[in-house]
């Protein structure tokens, strides 16, 4: 699995492989690139912008962000940000991770669903909102390279992702009317996610709103 695109390189350490290994084995594929593409669209976001971030902690949010998607980890009651922000503290008390650094790691997976997060104030949830976005719906696309996209995509291709992702936050949508999913359902999701330039002209330049969310 490659670890490193234009320059850019996952964290060392036990946390990082540990939560690899869990994504690996609950996530496809498609989920599984995503969060990896996810990951490296927010450094690369902090990198232009020479903004500092804990990227251990940026890491295992984003390999776990979603797995509250998935069926182990899907809540009949709980938003999936909040089911995989539950899953984050149960892997990071694991690890040994101390109360504060765990409750981050959960604050960061619910927060990339909520409204902006000022940079300055939370940059690791700012930073997974924005990647997210970039890689869900093509919404922050524009404050990419079109190089590096192109670079990010060949080291972890997109395949299926965008149908599949529409079905999950669907599925979401219907089961839990009330929760964030359903509610960019509701606004036109679907068709931001399938107009994503990344599975088109990749070279284009992509007109983008940070405010869009996913």
């Not at 964290?11 to 594929?29: F, I, K, N, Q, T």
């Not at 669907?170 to 999913?181: F, G, L, V």
Request: glycine share 8%; hydrophobic share 45%; proline share 6%.
């Amino acid at each position: 699995m490659p670890t490193e695109v234009a320059g850019l390189r996952t964290p060392e350490g036990r946390a990082a492989r540990a939560a690899e290994l869990v994504c690996a084995e609950y996530a496809d594929e498609a989920l599984r690139h995503h969060s990896l593409r996810a990951y490296f669209f927010a450094a690369a976001w902090a990198r232009d912008r020479g903004l500092d971030f804990d990227g251990e902690l940026l890491y295992v949010a984003a390999l776990l962000h979603d797995l509250g998607l998935t069926p182990p980890f899907d809540s009949h009651t709980l938003p999936f940000e909040e089911a995989g922000g539950h899953l984050a503290r149960v892997f990071t008390a694991g690890l040994g991770w101390p109360v504060e650094r765990r409750d981050r790691a959960a604050e960061v997976i619910v927060l990339h669903m909520r409204d902006d997060v000022a940079p300055e104030a939370d940059p690791e949830s700012r930073l997974l909102q924005v990647g997210t976005t970039a890689d869900v719906s093509g919404g922050t696309l524009g404050d990419f390279d079109p190089a590096f996209r192109r670079a990010l995509v060949a080291a972890y291709p997109r395949g299926d992702f965008a149908a599949s992702f529409v079905r999950l936050f669907a599925d979401q949508a219907a089961r839990k009317p009330r929760c964030s999913a359903a509610l960019l359902v509701a606004n036109g999701m679907a068709d931001r996610v399938t107009a994503n330039p990344l599975d088109g002209d990749l070279g284009r330049d992509a007109d983008g709103d940070a405010d869009r969310g996913r």
